[in-house]
């Protein structure tokens, strides 16, 4: 692997950059905002972004959320979460929720997770994988004329088929409603269901139910030290420019979550707090 040098000053413009595409995503129309105009677009829509925050998840009704989808997590239609509408101006009153695809020629009308089996996704029981069926709702398969709609005859982690699990689109009274946590306060665009480290992990596979990870004055932060993790979140930052894994995205989020206890009167006490390090020993 190639390493690149790059001092503070850079390292802090690649941060920038991140964070410009994490918060605006492609409302800019492919070309880069002026600092008024992005000033101007973050007080016009990141309040309203908070509130009316969309939560998507994917799981059995009344069991647990065996996924919880974020930005870079792909549809049935094979784009990603963050391709789809993710918000709504004002959220309307019909249920479900419709997220379509914004892809250009992507009949997609509406998002939906596709289970992994290891790296894979799932296949229908007529043996042909997700990608191979229309991505219209009913789902036909293109290679065969026996399949009736993608139907995985496969068992989630969780015990029960996944024929029986939904991709659910809930508001933020919906999810709070249902003991689900709500996470921080973030402006990032599709952030969808992950609301903590633990978010990242399969349902079953979690310490918690609801992937909120530890609450309360804990940080959940695979560093453990605030000091830690805005050099990590640096250095992720920019080989987010090339990947964008869910992970990074996460620990982003984190270093966000961060600097608001940094900004509380009464900051949570944290140990094993070391000095900042621009070397970002602990990679
Ligand atoms: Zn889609
Ligand atoms: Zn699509
Ligand atoms: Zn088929
Ligand atoms: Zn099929
Ligand atoms: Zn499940």
Redesign the pocket.
């Known amino acids: 692997m190639e390493r690149i040098s790059l001092d503070q000053s850079a390292l802090q413009a690649v941060d920038e950059y991140c964070e410009y595409r994490r918060i605006v995503g492609e409302d800019d129309g492919g070309t880069l905002f002026t600092p008024q105009q992005y000033e101007e677009y973050k007080r016009r829509v990141v309040p309203r972004r908070i509130q009316n925050r969309l939560y998507v998840s994917y799981g059995v009704a009344g069991g647990l959320d065996c996924k919880l989808i974020g930005p870079e997590t792909p ?1 049935f ?3 990603r979460y963050k ?2 509408q993710s918000e709504y101006e004002e959220l309307p009153t019909q249920r479900p929720l419709v997220l379509p ?1 914004h ?1 250009h020629g ?1 009949p ?1 009308s509406q998002y939906q997770y596709v289970p992994q089996m290891g790296s894979r996704p799932v296949r229908c029981r007529c043996k042909h994988l997700p990608e191979e069926h229309e ?1 219209t709702m009913g789902h036909l398969c293109s290679r065969c004329s026996s399949c009736r709609g993608f139907y995985s005859p496969s068992t989630c982690g969780c015990g029960q088929p996944y024929s029986a699990h939904r991709t659910l689109v809930e508001s933020r009274q919906e999810r709070q409603a249902r003991g689900a946590p709500l996470g921080w306060d973030v402006p990032y665009a599709a952030m969808g269901g992950l609301t903590g480290y633990s978010s990242l992990m399969d349902g079953y596979l979690r310490l918690d139910s609801s992937g909120a990870g530890h609450t309360g004055n804990t940080c959940d932060c695979p560093c453990w030290s605030k000091a830690r993790c805005s050099t990590r979140t640096t250095i992720l930052n920019h080989q987010m420019l090339n990947s964008g894994s869910e992970e990074e995205i996460y620990l982003m989020y984190q270093s966000r979550a961060h600097d608001k206890d940094r900004e509380s009167p009464n900051p949570p006490k944290s140990e094993n707090i070391s000095s900042p390090s621009a070397e970002g020993t602990h990679l």
């Open positions: 549809c239609c094979t784009h391709q789809h695809c892809v992507c997609c991505a």
